[in-house]
């Protein structure tokens, strides 16, 4: 029984999802007015001046950057190892 209501409100989850993304994309909600790049305006890079944002010169730093990316990369494998553990009890 648990199962059955779990499927169904996964699949209304789903369909409502679906459903609003179409919304969403139909009335161009989120686009910002003066940035109408068409099927690009998502991508950060159709910014103008997006350079300035990410130029090396912009962020200023103690910390190597490749510290930074290994902190990264380290989390990312902690929540991963995490997530298989929260997995491997749920069941």
């Known amino acids: 029984m648990r199962d059955r209501a779990l499927k169904i409100t996964a699949g209304l989850i789903f369909v409502l999802s679906v459903i609003l993304a179409v919304y969403i994309i139909v009335n161009g909600l989120g686009l910002v007015e003066g940035l109408d790049f068409g099927a690009g305006a998502y991508y950060y890079a159709d910014i103008p ?7 090396s010169e912009a962020y200023k730093s103690p910390v190597s950057i ?3 990316i290994a902190l990264f990369l ?3 494998l902690a929540m991963y190892r995490f997530l298989l553990w929260v997995d491997g009890k749920g069941r």
């Open 49 to 55: 001046e997006f350079d300035r944002y990410v130029n």
């Open 66 to 68: 490749w510290v930074i």
């Open 74 to 76: 380290i989390w990312g």
